[in-house]
């Protein structure tokens, strides 16, 4: 089955991979996109590092049945810093989330939504 992720750095890469992916082949999609080793990279779930690089996804609680298309899961990844020797922390920036509808537009939608049914 297919899995739907959010791998999130400063760039978020969404891919699609089947449950038996293992991480180190997440790793290697990463690889081709941002040009950096398996080695340099550190994939999260919830805070806690998937280390075991023969896991397969499904082994680490990411299933098709919680990674759906409309909500894929957040995958979060710290790269190797080769000026110090070390990862970098984790940080995962918060989506930002769409504004309260103006009051015109609601009172629109409502008053759309009653003349339809005047019309039936």
């Known amino acids: ?14 891919t699609e991979a089947k449950e038996t992916t293992a991480v180190h082949e997440l790793k290697k999609v990463v ?17 806690e ?12 609680g990411l299933s098709s049945q919680s990674c759906s ?10 790269l190797f810093r080769p000026g110090n020797g070390t990862f970098e922390p984790l940080h995962i920036d ?3 989330s769409a504004p309260d509808q103006p009051e015109a537009v609601k009172s629109q939608e409502s008053g759309s939504s009653s003349s339809e049914q005047t019309l039936h």
């Open 1 to 14: 089955m297919d899995v739907y992720l959010m791998i999130c750095h400063k760039t978020t890469i969404f």
């Open 31 to 47: 690889e081709g996109i941002l040009k950096r080793s398996p080695e340099e990279q550190q994939l999260y779930k919830d805070d």
């Open 49 to 60: 590092l998937l280390d075991d690089d023969y896991r397969t996804l499904l082994d680490c």
């Open 69 to 78: 298309s409309h909500v894929p899961a957040t995958v979060g990844l710290a």
């Open 94 to 96: 918060p989506f930002s």
